[in-house]
């Protein structure tokens, strides 16, 4: 009966100790290379806020195993569930960078046509504007502006051959504003200058 | 008896083995502080107020070492206030940094607000220089660029991108002493007392010998763009007037666009002028050819070039810019062109009022 026990309690130390106490390794390695991947994507530029989560979630589990590492009785299933739960968000994570990387730059590829659109526009507009020497100082004034807005032009499509789609959005944004108010500015002084000569005549 | 030990082992093992798989549960002030410090670190705790976030740091990671030392125990029976307590201590900490980081913020967006503010007002300045001077030199393409700028400032300032704004606030800022670095040459002597004390004595003793002589007298003041029409030492009447491209610069030489300073006198009328009636000035006078030929021998002219000629008062309006000639409407210079005789009297000069438009334009720019 005696060695009956023994046996008994052995096992069960045996099974307490094998069953939860293997380091998990593998579900480690799996969880970091989803991350490492998801960075590789970009998520850190492109998904920020989320790619921080992964990271906090990615270090909480590896505090867990640490946790575990240190007892005497270690169960790891926590540990594990939080390392799937990392490697889960991070993998569609990748995908959701990939996909927000290509809808910024094509948000800033359509920004920077709408803004060489509104700069063509105030370029034909002072092109065209009537000449004469009442009107010298303005024109002067104006292709100045729009030789501004080309350069300021000139600098988006670099920001987005580096990446910078957001930058590069809200220059163009900003620049197809210029544009516009000069192309108002310049509609507003033509038709007041039609009105005097309807007025003349 | 032995039997009784025995089992009793069994039964302190299945316990031991159960309560390595069931933790007891953290105090809740554990799980508080693991969501303060994220929320820290979003505000960007570390940027706002670094040294407060590294002692915070420093505590939080101490108390993560007693709440190791803690779980890594055999058996957790006994109370967890001291782990609580510890957790406590880091939560008032962060609460404490939270409320220095949401001031460092709002300070950050004010002083954004208020360099955006400032930028887009010495912007605003520079643009009325420009659109008034109406001198060619000051219609930059870089003033353009910086409100540009300005804006795309604001759009990442209104995103919650502060970093990016102030980068392009530091731009606008070059920007702007660009511009003005380009421009002051131009218009610095315009501000200068000692030049235009000069002026004032020239148009003085000008003014003194039309009374003293009981002739007319024409006074051209560039700031101003108006001309001053005098009767015997009085003033008769004023208009606004036009000048040339680049009359910010004294004439110095032919195609330059710039309008002469100096005494002429009305060398010869022409009631066919091109620009409605003209009154052609004597220019250049003496001083202008000492000028030019001083620039000549310092090798300041391009080659070939003359000191140039025909400087005239002119119809066809003052809005116009010229070749460096003044343009008057022509409905005025109708009235001048009938009464003003040649022989008279015109003296151009920068400006006779110490507290002019560009003075007091550049007292308000860095």
């Known amino acids: ?201 | 008896m032995k039997l009784r030990y025995g089992q009793a082992i069994l039964l302190l093992v299945l316990l031991a083995a159960c309560g390595g798989c069931r933790e007891k549960p953290v105090p809740p002030e554990i799980d508080l502080a693991w969501r303060q410090e994220k929320d820290l670190r979003g505000a960007g705790a570390s940027v706002y107020a670094p040294q407060a976030h590294r002692q915070y740091q420093d505590e939080l990671a101490a108390a993560r070492v007693l709440l190791d030392s803690e779980r890594a125990r055999f058996l957790r029976f006994g109370n967890d206030d001291a782990l609580a307590r510890t957790f406590r201590d880091v939560l008032a900490r962060g609460e404490h940094l939270a409320e220095q980081v949401r001031l460092a913020r709002e300070a950050e967006a004010a002083a954004i607000v208020a360099r955006m503010q400032t930028l887009r007002e010495q912007l605003g300045i520079l643009r009325d220089l420009s659109g008034s001077l109406k001198d060619r030199r000051l219609a930059t393409r870089r003033l353009v660029q910086a409100e540009i700028r300005l804006n795309e400032a604001g759009r990442h300032a209104a995103a919650g991108r502060p970093g990016e704004a102030l980068d392009r606030l530091e731009v606008v800022g070059e920007d702007v002493r660009a511009v003005l670095a380009s421009a002051r040459p131009l218009v610095a002597r315009f501000a200068d007392p000692g030049e235009i004390d000069r002026w004032r004595r020239m148009v003085a003793e000008a003014v003194e010998e039309s009374r003293r002589r009981g002739s007319a007298l024409l006074v051209v003041s560039k700031v101003e763009r108006r001309l001053i029409w005098y009767r015997r030492g009085e003033k008769v009447s004023n208009f606004g007037v036009g000048m040339g491209f680049n009359f910010l610069t004294p004439k110095l030489h032919a195609g330059d666009k710039a309008t002469p300073e100096g005494l002429y006198r009305v060398k010869l009328k022409n009631a066919r002028s091109k620009f409605y009636r003209a009154l052609l000035l004597d220019y250049p006078n003496d001083a202008d050819r000492r000028r030019f030929a001083s620039a000549r021998r310092s090798g300041a002219l391009p080659d070939r070039v003359g000191i140039g000629s025909l400087i005239e008062i002119h119809g066809g309006g003052k809005q116009g810019m010229t070749d460096g000639c003044v343009a008057l409407d022509n409905r005025d210079m109708a009235l001048l062109f009938e009464q003003i005789e040649v022989g008279t009297p015109v003296l151009i000069v920068g400006t006779t009022d110490h507290d002019n438009f560009i003075s007091s334009t550049l007292r308000q720019l860095p």
């Open chain 1, 1 to 201: 009966m005696k060695r009956l026990v023994t046996v008994l309690v052995g096992l069960v130390m045996a099974a307490s100790l094998v069953a939860c106490g293997k380091q998990p390794v593998e579900e480690i390695g799996a969880a970091k290379a989803a991350v490492e991947a998801a960075a590789g994507a970009g998520a850190e530029k492109y998904v920020a806020e989320e790619f921080t989560k992964v990271n906090e979630a990615m270090t909480a589990a590896m505090e867990e195993v640490k946790v575990q590492d240190g007892k005497m009785f270690k169960n790891y299933d926590k540990a594990k569930q939080m390392l799937a739960q990392a490697k889960a968000d991070a993998e569609a994570l990748q995908a959701k960078a990939a996909a927000e990387k290509e809808r910024l730059m094509n948000q800033a590829a359509a920004d920077l046509a709408t803004a060489m659109t509104a700069v063509s526009e105030a370029l034909t507009l002072v092109e065209n504007a009537p000449k004469g020497k009442g009107s010298a100082a303005d024109i002067m004034a104006m292709k100045a502006d729009v030789a501004g807005l080309e350069a300021a032009l000139a600098e988006v499509q670099p920001l987005i051959d580096g990446g910078d789609y957001v930058g590069a959005s809200e220059k163009a944004l900003a620049i197809g504003e210029k544009a516009s108010a000069l192309s108002a500015e310049i509609k507003a002084a033509m038709e007041k200058l039609a009105a005097v000569k309807a007025k003349k005549k």
